[in-house]
């Protein structure tokens, strides 16, 4: 019984750490306070018109996702969503601004940042898991004056062979 013990409470660690990761187990009608409790001090956080707030936790540069979790204005968790897909990528349009793109994805990696002076434009990454379950990256590219999108592209990182060449499906896995 006494051996059982470390094991036990090695397990139950484990698994409080992967809830911490993405709320897991996190209920609509939790209170703000438990997600902060069980995910830590968000990365980013904003009043939303209504009252209610979003907190953003993105889980990089290696990670794959970026979790908003959005609570209404009594305090109250309403939804917690990965933002890191192609369904929000879509949302980003030419002319949108670098806060319009912080409230859609969260902030990038800020290593993988790039400014190219020749033609003026900022370019921020992030790493996700595509819809063939392959690690790619998504980059938003601003015009560094204005500050406003230009452009997006979205490439696996196969094809730009980051980290070698082979098959990196089994990173994506779930």
Partial sequence: MVRRFPVILLIVSLLAGCAAYDGFGLQPGSRIEDVEQLMG???????????????????????????????????????????????????????????????????????????????????WEWRYCDDWNEPARFNVLFDATAMRVRSTLTATERSRNVFGGGDRRMWCSH
């Fill in 41 to 123: 001090v968000p990365a980013m956080r904003w009043t939303e018109a209504d009252g209610g707030q979003t907190l953003v936790y993105p889980r990089g540069p290696m990670g794959y996702h970026t979790f908003f979790v959005r609570g209404d204005a009594m305090g109250y968790l309403v939804s917690r969503e990965n933002v890191l897909d192609m369904r929000h990528f879509a949302r980003i349009q030419a002319g949108m601004t670098t806060d319009d793109v912080l409230r859609t994805l969260g902030p990038p990696v800020p290593a993988w940042t790039v400014y190219f002076k020749a033609r003026d434009e900022l370019v």
